[in-house]
């Protein structure tokens, strides 16, 4: 027990560690880009006011335990260095206060306040110092320690037990606005220094609560004050985080404010190709702008190329945003500088008001996406929210979860579509297409609800649901016997960048005994070699197993002629509106015609999609089309009733 509560056996070596960690924290603070100003200067001084708590408590220990350095400081000079160690503890409490209030950007807003605040620590810094004229609440003992005169000495911890109870009370009103990796950090922070008071008292060691202090800010300098998380790289604006960040914590002090935002329009086209080092000289130029005319400083910069402000105690009808307006449209009609070259940029400008028309991030969120899509058809001066339709947004939240539980709530179904052959007269092949049903809504089209499973990242199972549907009707129903040879499944850009796509379709395939031939594979025009690495290593796995390719939708998008003889697939799908189109006029016709002969001369067969009439499928025949899918042979069908149209129409 002795070896425990005994200093001499730790105090210096804990004094020193506790020192090295403080001067580790101290060089990667300096070292940091600067983001959030006033939340880093505080920091700053945390480490500035830990530091000194450091030296001067290791050299009280060094003077406790070594002679010849009490032959070089007197024990006056010993008391110093003590008495300098508990201000700085006292002031490492109230410098803490301040840190926690800036990361939730609580502001003072009135002197008396910051008085109020303040209090506690002036309360224990001058008890602790009247110390030194009376002995009344610590004296010092002949061997130079400082000695507390219980119960009159607890008095001195006043504003310590204040600021834990304060600290406690916003970790816990303002958890929501912090991800939980900064709240649990906050939270040891916390812990850190709680624990330090006690093991101090217990073990009578100021070096075991300065250890714990440095480990706290530690932690801190690579989590709270990370500034890659709240600090783009590039424009050298806050980030999305930043800026979730701040919308979050102000909604949560109820407070008043507008977020102001400037798209710039074909940013993409502007910067695509251009070097990093240009491109940051751009954004940075419009950064350092904004933050000139921002009343709080703060601009953030987004990946869909937005800038924003949050201008506080302004609502968007304000003549002050008006009066942005008109600044920002002006500086916009000028050219920005990257590269040496004048750049000319356009900008539409939006707001949003809090919390009156905006009360939470998830729906500032969703309506900056809607603003994004009407930016497109906008030509007023700014964009306010009464301007939008915001129906849609509750109607996209229920699409998202019901997407989000389609399989577990048994909502999807495969439909299939039959393939004409000209050549045999039998319908030979199929196209597996997904219906989702809700007993609610009704059938939810896949143009709908598809995109939605991309983004929720639920795309990935369902298309394994529909790959197991599809090669269990291929092997335990009568499809094969009636002339089914293969059935088409379409491949999201989403699947084929899976690095286990391949080995899921293969282990699906020998689970039900498919042959490679009965499956063929559409993938999308917008497919070109070397988009990524890891969707050619797919295909080509699955060419290679002996899996066929199809492109679907042919002609509507990146059609390039020079690559048609390149793209690892088998037949080509010409999509339905090229199909209409070549019916309503004679040019649309010969561009059809041409593709069909070009696609052919190099060994490839076609699917002419969409066929509606007689008429239409007559002349797809006779141009050379090998395969035809469309409303005027069938519709998508389910499995059953599908089943029922082979077995009725591919009869010999």
């Not at 295909?539 to 197993?545: E, M, P, Q, R």
């Not at 679907?552 to 090229?578: C, Q």
């Amino acid at each position: 027990m002795e070896l425990i509560t005994s200093p001499e056996h730790y105090n210096v070596c804990f004094g020193i560690a506790s020192l090295l960690v403080i001067i580790v924290v101290l060089i990667v603070h300096l070292t940091e880009d600067a983001h959030n100003n006033n939340q880093r200067l505080i920091f700053g001084m945390l480490i500035y006011d830990a530091l000194i708590l450091n030296i001067a408590g290791l050299l009280h220990n060094i003077w406790l335990y070594s002679d010849s350095f009490k032959l070089l400081l007197p024990p006056v000079g010993n008391n110093f260095l003590v008495i300098t160690e508990k201000v700085c503890s006292y002031l490492l409490a109230y410098i803490s206060m301040v840190y926690v209030m800036t990361i939730f950007r609580i502001e003072l807003d009135s002197a008396m306040r910051k008085i109020l605040l303040f209090i506690p620590t002036i309360f224990s810094v001058v008890f602790f110092l009247s110390g030194i004229i009376s002995d009344f609440f610590f004296a010092f003992s002949p061997e130079g320690e400082l000695e507390y005169n219980y119960p009159q000495g607890a008095v001195v911890n006043f504003s310590l037990y204040v600021y834990f109870v304060y600290a406690a009370y916003l970790y816990v009103r303002y958890a929501r606005s912090l991800s939980s990796e900064k709240f649990i950090s906050l939270v040891v922070y916390y812990v850190l220094m709680l624990s330090g008071v006690p093991i101090r008292i217990i073990t009578k060691s100021s070096s075991i609560f300065e250890f714990s202090v440095s480990l706290a800010l530690l932690l801190c300098v690579y989590t709270v004050q990370n500034p890659g998380e709240f600090r783009d790289g590039v424009s050298g604006a806050g980030t999305k985080n930043a800026l979730n960040f701040a919308v979050s914590s102000s909604l949560l002090q109820k407070k008043i404010f507008t977020v102001y935002g400037v798209a710039l329009e074909r940013l993409d086209a502007v910067i695509g190709g251009e070097p990093l080092e240009a491109v940051a000289e751009l954004l940075s130029q419009i950064t350092f702008y904004l933050k000139q005319i921002s009343p709080s400083g703060e601009v953030y910069y987004t990946d869909d190329g937005h800038y924003l402000m949050i201008i506080y105690d302004v609502d968007p009808d304000d003549a002050f945003i008006e009066k942005i307006t008109e600044q920002i449209s002006k500086r916009f009609r000028d050219f920005w500088t990257m590269n040496g070259q004048d750049v000319k940029l356009f900008q539409s400008s939006y707001v949003i008001g809090f919390p009156d028309e905006v009360d939470s991030v998830d729906k500032f969120n969703e309506v900056k996406e809607v603003i994004k899509k009407t930016l497109i058809h906008h030509n007023r001066d700014i964009l306010r929210v009464s301007d939008l339709n915001l129906k849609h947004i509750e109607h996209d939240k229920k699409i998202d979860q019901i997407v989000k539980h389609a399989l577990e709530d048994d909502l999807l179904e495969v439909y299939y579509q039959p393939i004409f052959d000209p050549k045999t007269g039998l319908f030979s092949s199929c196209e597996a297409l997904l219906r989702l049903k809700n007993p609610q809504m009704g059938f939810i089209s896949p143009a709908v609800f598809m995109p939605v499973a991309e983004r929720n990242g639920m795309v990935v199972s369902i298309d394994s649901f529909v790959m197991d549907e599809v090669c269990n009707m291929i092997a335990n129903t009568d499809a094969v016997q009636n002339g089914l040879e293969y059935a088409e499944v379409n491949l999201s850009v989403v699947d084929c960048i899976q690095t286990n796509l391949s080995e899921n379709i293969i282990k699906t395939m020998e689970k039900h005994g498919v042959k490679p031939g009965q499956l063929n594979l559409e993938i999308t025009e917008t497919y070109e070699k070397g988009i990524s690495s890891v969707m050619d290593e797919n295909i080509a796995k699955l060419i290679s197993h002996g899996l066929s390719f199809s492109m679907d939708d042919f002609g509507t998008g990146y059609s390039n002629l020079d690559r048609i003889a390149t793209l690892p697939v088998e037949l080509f799908k010409l999509d339905k509106s090229i199909i209409q189109s070549a019916f309503e006029s004679e040019n649309s016709y010969m561009v059809m015609l041409n593709l069909v002969k070009i696609i052919k001369s190099l060994g490839k067969e076609i699917v002419a999609e969409g066929v509606e009439t007689k008429e239409q499928a007559e002349q797809i025949i006779r141009i050379g089309c090998d395969h035809i899918q469309g409303f005027y042979y069938a519709r998508p069908m389910p499995k059953n009733q599908f089943l029922e149209f082979l077995r009725e129409n591919n009869k010999h």
